[in-house]
């Protein structure tokens, strides 16, 4: 059992936060305040510099992948499984909101919540593993989700998909994305602000601790498979959160919120903004669903080949991400100013 009152030599045990976070955390007030400013007044400019739509995504998958970034970059779980999670509270969402009736705040909490539940018996497993074979786990339970939607045609439509999703709340009309958007960002606020919350609490930092040494941290008498399982299920949530407002956003849901390609898409994500910083995910979505949508809209056809080589060159040349080397940066001229 662990104590309620660290001892001296725990408490220098404990772990730093990633570096992303640790710069933002010992900038001045003024720069904290300025720039979760500057991240307000971005997001509710965005749908009137972009296509609505495409800014309703940008949330969407910015949630998604700051959910894989509480696991791979504070925790050192790797998932290739995440959309088993998505997708599944994209279903449910879509059932609730089209059987139900339900406001859709409602039906995207319940797609969250089943998110979740399916998270613990497949985190109780998968964590008993580490490394590659975790990440194989969580790809062959979510494998095994796809299969089973695509063969429940009498309630997930199979290929057809689930289709006519409304957008119900309390007889206001979200038709246009415009309104919808600004419907559904109190909610992902909430949720980057329950996921900033937990990686600066103490549960957050033995995380950091078992992700650098799950030998010490077992050691001290923290129950590391049970920190762990608490934040795979957590992210689990998280993702589910962001693949319920996916589904009401497209207003359809198909098998691709559940397949493979889904998981690998939020991992780069979460790469190319920087593992380990929390933002760096909100950044990399931002840039991979614009940088998508640009592609499409101009016609081209192979739009992996480009977001896989900026990938390769972002892992290359920017090895902490965009959002890590900013924040190393940063972190670097401050120091040289206190000399």
Same mark, same amino acid.
């Given at each position: 059992?662990?104590?309620?009152?660290?001892?001296?030599?725990?408490? *220098?045990?404990?772990?730093?936060?990633? *570096?992303?976070?640790?710069?933002?955390?010992?900038?001045?007030?003024?720069?904290?305040?300025?720039?979760?400013?500057?991240?307000?007044?971005?997001?509710? #400019?965005?749908?009137?510099?972009?296509?609505? =739509?495409?800014?309703?995504? %940008?949330?969407?998958?910015?949630?998604? &992948?700051?959910? !894989?970034?509480?696991?791979?970059?504070?925790?050192?779980?790797?998932?290739?499984?995440?959309?088993?999670? #998505?997708?599944? *509270? =994209?279903?449910?969402?879509?059932?609730?909101?089209?059987?139900?009736?339900?406001?859709?705040?409602?039906?995207?909490?319940?797609?969250?919540? =089943?998110?979740?539940?399916?998270?613990?018996?497949?985190?109780?497993?998968? !964590?008993?593993?580490?490394? +590659?074979?975790?990440?194989?786990?969580?790809?062959?339970? &979510?494998?095994?989700?796809?299969?089973?939607?695509?063969?429940?045609?009498?309630?997930?439509?199979?290929?057809?998909?689930?289709?006519?999703?409304?957008?119900?709340?309390?007889?206001?009309?979200?038709?246009?994305?415009?309104?919808?958007?600004?419907?559904?960002?109190?909610?992902?606020?909430?949720?980057?602000? =329950?996921? #900033?919350? +937990?990686?600066?609490?103490?549960?957050?930092?033995?995380?950091?601790? %078992?992700?650098?040494?799950?030998?010490?941290?077992?050691?001290? @008498?923290?129950?590391?498979?049970?920190?762990?399982?608490?934040?795979?299920?957590? *992210? @689990?949530?998280? &993702?589910?959160?962001?693949?319920?407002?996916?589904?009401?956003?497209?207003?359809?849901?198909?098998?691709?919120?559940?397949?493979?390609?889904?998981?690998?898409?939020?991992? %780069?994500?979460?790469?190319?903004?920087?593992?380990?910083?929390? #933002?760096?995910?909100?950044?990399?979505?931002?840039?991979?669903?614009?940088?998508?949508?640009?592609?499409?809209?101009?016609?081209?056809? &192979?739009?992996?080949?480009?977001?896989?080589?900026?990938?390769?060159?972002?892992?290359?040349?920017?090895?902490?991400? %965009?959002?890590?080397?900013?924040?190393?940066?940063?972190?670097?001229?401050?120091?040289?100013?206190?000399?």
């Amino acid at each position: 059992m662990t104590s309620a009152v660290d001892t001296p030599a725990e408490e *220098s045990a404990r772990p730093a936060p990633p *570096s992303g976070l640790l710069t933002v955390a010992r900038a001045p007030g003024w720069v904290r305040y300025a720039l979760l400013a500057a991240g307000l007044l971005v997001a509710l #400019w965005l749908p009137n510099g972009l296509y609505p =739509a495409v800014a309703v995504d %940008i949330l969407c998958w910015a949630l998604f &992948a700051v959910s !894989v970034d509480l696991l791979l970059g504070f925790t050192g779980l790797m998932s290739f499984g995440h959309a088993a999670f #998505w997708g599944t *509270s =994209a279903y449910v969402t879509g059932l609730v909101a089209i059987h139900a009736g339900l406001p859709f705040p409602a039906a995207v909490l319940a797609g969250a919540l =089943a998110a979740a539940l399916l998270a613990l018996p497949i985190g109780y497993l998968a !964590v008993k593993r580490t490394g +590659i074979y975790f990440a194989m786990v969580t790809l062959a339970f &979510a494998q095994m989700v796809y299969y089973v939607a695509n063969e429940w045609r009498s309630v997930t439509q199979g290929e057809n998909g689930l289709q006519g999703v409304p957008r119900e709340f309390f007889g206001a009309d979200l038709s246009d994305d415009y309104y919808f958007y600004y419907a559904i960002l109190p909610i992902v606020v909430l949720g980057l602000l =329950a996921a #900033w919350r +937990i990686v600066n609490s103490p549960f957050g930092r033995v995380l950091v601790g %078992i992700r650098d040494n799950p030998a010490r941290a077992r050691a001290l @008498g923290y129950p590391v498979h049970r920190y762990k399982l608490t934040a795979f299920v957590l *992210s @689990g949530f998280l &993702a589910g959160l962001g693949g319920g407002l996916f589904a009401v956003g497209h207003r359809f849901v198909s098998l691709d919120v559940l397949h493979w390609t889904t998981s690998g898409k939020a991992v %780069i994500v979460v790469v190319l903004g920087g593992i380990g910083t929390l #933002w760096g995910g909100v950044l990399g979505a931002a840039l991979v669903v614009r940088l998508e949508d640009w592609l499409s809209f101009s016609g081209f056809e &192979a739009i992996g080949l480009v977001t896989g080589g900026i990938f390769v060159l972002v892992v290359l040349l920017f090895r902490r991400g %965009i959002w890590g080397t900013i924040a190393h940066l940063a972190r670097r001229r401050g120091a040289a100013r206190r000399r």
